[in-house]
């Protein structure tokens, strides 16, 4: 069974740090895609960072520069750090897994396994 569950959200002030996990179990291919996602209170979710089975990662333009994506292989884990964060990073982020994806991509409906999100909330 696949899963991924998310964790280290929280109550931080602009420009503090967080950093998110994303735990992952039950797949075993060769080429993935993990995910982060994120959907702000009548916003569409909107994606945030990828990263694929080779290392390659993918960012929106709006966290280029402030957020980095990375793997522990060794612990099936996927990071996201978040430096500089604005009141507008505030949301439930979600990580999720494409299965068939041939690289780092943005496009939620190609994941098709999610985790039950983690709320993060940036006060200004």
């Known amino acids: 069974e696949v899963q991924l569950v998310e964790s280290g959200g929280g109550l931080v002030q602009a420009g503090g740090s967080l950093r998110l996990s994303c735990a992952t179990s039950?797949?075993?291919?060769?080429?993935?895609?993990i995910g982060w996602f994120r959907q702000a209170p009548g916003k569409e979710r909107e994606g945030v960072s990828s990263?694929?089975?080779?290392?390659?990662?993918s960012y929106a333009d709006s966290v280029k520069g402030r957020f980095t994506i990375s793997s522990d292989n060794a612990r099936n884990t996927v990071y996201l750090q978040m430096n500089s964060l604005k009141p507008d990073d505030t949301g439930v982020y979600y990580c999720?897994?494409?299965?068939?994806?041939?690289?780092?991509?943005?496009?939620?409906?190609?994941?098709?396994?999610w985790g039950q999100g983690t709320q993060v909330t940036v006060s200004s």
């Open positions: 990263i694929f089975s080779d290392g390659s990662t």
């Open positions: 999720a897994v494409d299965r068939g994806a041939w690289r780092a991509h943005l496009l939620g409906s190609r994941y098709d396994y």
């Open positions: 039950g797949f075993f291919f060769d080429d993935y895609a």
